[in-house]
């Protein structure tokens, strides 16, 4: 699902930037078994920080981000033609994260950040995001959680799915069900979480 104009400017701000950078990505280093990958893949790519920061925090050779709007990737295009060396290894396409234009087995490893809640059949997106991850390779998530989606004074603000949303156990669940192993998992009043689970 598209984001509103409010969310999009939540997430393209540079408060946002730097969180993304300096504390979430830089935390999902720390926590990682591995920081070297050759190929990964960052659904709902957003603004390019994403890519940016997978960068500044982990050996990658090439990042595909794949996101649903287009105006946000013609904002990631820009961005990085001011960061050549990420320029150089990033590739955006538009595309709906349930249904991934991959071969199987083509990626080292996958980020998610805040993305799942906005995708109605979510667990498809988790489904396919398994089949093109090869084996032993890391999928990074940070989302959020029905019980802060759907909640009255944030539906004022942000659009959202709110039919088949989900918390921090059920995630877990699904990751488990499509042949993923919690290596982290935590989260902060079932509002939302962080985990890091190596495909087996
Ligand atoms: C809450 S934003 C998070 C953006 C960015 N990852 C961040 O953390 O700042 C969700 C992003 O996922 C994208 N998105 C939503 N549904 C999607 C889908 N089905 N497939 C790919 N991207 C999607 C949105 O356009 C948006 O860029």
Redesign the pocket.
Known sequence: ???NQF?KFI?TNGI?NFI?SHIETAKLAKLSPATEFETVLE????DG??AQSIDKHFNVKNIFG????EN?LHIARSRLEKTPQVQEKAYFAI????SLAFPDNSFDAAFS???LH??PNWQE?VKDIARVSKKGSIFFVEEFYKALICNFFVQIFIKHPQSNRFNHQELLDVLEAEGYEIIHQGHFFNLSGRIIARKK
């Open positions: 699902m598209r984001l969310e997430i946002r993304q659904i709902g790519a957003a920080n994403g794949y996101e649903l709007d946000l595309g709906d994260a349930a950040y805040g993305v906005h995708i997106a």
